[in-house]
Nanobody
Framework: QVQVVESGGGLVQAGGSLRLSCTAS????????LGWFRQAPGKEREGVSC????????YYKDSVKGRFTISRDDAKNTLYLQMNSLKPEDTAMYYC?????????????????????????WGKGTLVTISS
């Protein structure tokens, strides 16, 4: 049974930093592309950042480019999202998701890939709140 668990959310002031973590079990971690998604109150869920199975292709939503960094540690079955220079508009529930890409580990990920309907497994989310 696949389990995806996020951690690292919290309340920080604008300009601060957080690092989100996501561990996945029950799957062959390095066969999966991974992503971070977020949903703010009253808004649709959106793709924030995605990474391919070998980690050499990443995608970032325009509003987080230069502030967020996605990375993966396959030895630990863990995905990370380092978030710096946080803004109140980053406030949302953040979700980790995985989709099988074992047949094409070097595939490039972009905005058309990093969408919620393309993902197979989801965590329950971790709440990030940024105060102004």
């Amino acid at each position: 049974q696949v389990q995806v668990v996020e951690s690292g959310g919290g309340l920080v002031q604008a300009g601060g930093s957080l690092r989100l973590s996501c561990t996945a079990s029950g799957l062959t971690f390095d066969d999966y592309a991974l992503g971070w998604f977020r949903q703010a109150p009253g808004k649709e869920r959106e793709g924030v950042s995605c990474i391919n199975p070998i980690g050499d292709s990443t995608y970032y939503k325009d509003s987080v480019k230069g502030r967020f960094t996605i990375s993966r540690d396959d030895a630990k079955n863990t995905l990370y999202l380092q978030m710096n220079s946080l803004k109140p508009e980053d406030t949302a529930m953040y979700y980790c998701a995985a989709t099988f890409l074992g047949h094409s580990k070097t595939a490039q990920v972009g905005p058309r890939f990093c969408v919620d309907y393309g993902m197979d497994y989801w965590g329950k989310g971790t709440l990030v709140t940024i105060s102004s």
